[in-house]
């Protein structure tokens, strides 16, 4: 196992750079070719992930769809975003390893931690030991149901800071704040401002961001990586929209 993923997310958090992960669930994968023609314009426009997963998967069709994506770009990461250890493909580049730190769901804190660990330990795939936020979205989820958690209320920054310095102190490397898949509303600006500031940690926001004003909106308030799943399966272009929107912002980081 390398390190490629975590060399680049590093990267991100040293050089105040931002990037961009598509979230695709597998069962909404309707047709291959016009799905390969998607992936390509991603890829032309330097998309930076591919997460790959979701909280219920009906089709065990994960190592079909990471061999199609990497038939188009080879070097693409794809990280394994899983909803539970069945989700799991040696196909892959990397996988989030997941500790749901907002909840108190042991199953989902080490439980199936410790099933998986021992087929991770002979695989190729790059761990990132992540702790995952669950933020109030103004709806219920499906990582709600299934994760069978609260989640964290979106207008208290000051209990998200102190999770994730919980998760800092036990070693966790990377944050994703995620108000889930159809949230009514994203992960508020205050929680994602504080959060960045009280852990040194590449800061990654999803759930909710249908538009480009709330991408906008995450990443001025300190997202290192911003994850567009739903959005992006209403409407294709907002992925193009944010490409061409951080691509705008790293260049002139460059030149400066």
């Known amino acids: 196992?390398?390190?490629?993923?975590?060399?680049?997310?590093?990267?991100?958090?040293?050089?105040?750079?931002?990037?961009?992960?598509?979230?695709?669930?597998?069962?909404?994968?309707?047709?291959?070719?016009?799905?390969?023609?998607?992936?390509?314009?991603?890829?032309?426009?330097?998309?930076?992930?591919?997460?790959?997963?979701?909280?219920?998967?009906?089709?065990?069709?994960?190592?079909?769809?990471?061999?199609?994506?990497?038939?188009?770009?080879?070097?693409?990461?794809?990280?394994?975003?899983?909803?539970?250890?069945?989700?799991?493909?040696?196909?892959?580049?990397?996988?989030?390893?997941?500790?749901l730190i907002s909840g108190r769901n042991p199953d989902l804190l080490i439980g199936q931690h410790v099933t998986i660990a021992p087929l991770l330990a002979k695989s190729n795939l790059e761990v990132l030991p992540t702790g995952y936020m669950l933020i109030d979205g103004g709806v219920a989820t499906s990582v709600n149901y299934i994760s069978q958690t609260i989640p964290l209320p979106n207008n208290k920054p000051e209990l998200a800071v102190a999770t994730a310095l919980a998760g800092s102190f036990l070693g966790l490397r990377y944050f994703y704040l995620d108000a889930g898949s159809g949230a009514k509303k994203p992960v508020s600006s205050?929680?994602?401002?504080?959060?960045?500031?009280?852990?040194?940690?590449?800061?990654?926001?999803?759930?909710?961001?249908?538009?480009?004003?709330?991408?906008?909106?995450?990443?001025?308030?300190?997202?290192?990586?911003?994850?567009?799943?739903?959005?992006?399966?209403?409407?294709?272009?907002?992925?193009?929209?944010a490409l061409e929107y951080i691509n705008v912002l790293n260049l002139s980081l460059n030149i400066n």
């Not at 991603?42 to 994960?62: P, T, V």
């Not at 205050?190 to 991408?215: C, F, H, R, T, W």
């Open 190 to 241: 205050a929680i994602i401002q504080n959060v960045k500031k009280a852990v040194s940690a590449p800061i990654i926001v999803g759930g909710g961001l249908d538009s480009l004003e709330k991408v906008k909106i995450a990443y001025q308030a300190g997202a290192d990586l911003v994850v567009i799943g739903n959005g992006a399966e209403k409407n294709l272009s907002l992925l193009t929209e």
């Open 1 to 99: 196992m390398g390190n490629k993923i975590e060399n680049k997310l590093k990267a991100l958090l040293k050089e105040g750079k931002k990037a961009l992960a598509w979230l695709i669930d597998p069962d909404k994968i309707v047709e291959d070719l016009s799905f390969l023609q998607q992936v390509k314009e991603m890829s032309q426009l330097n998309l930076d992930f591919i997460f790959i997963g979701g909280s219920l998967i009906e089709k065990n069709d994960i190592d079909r769809i990471i061999k199609l994506i990497k038939e188009v770009d080879s070097e693409l990461p794809i990280l394994l975003f899983p909803g539970s250890v069945v989700q799991f493909s040696n196909h892959a580049d990397g996988i989030l390893f997941l500790s």
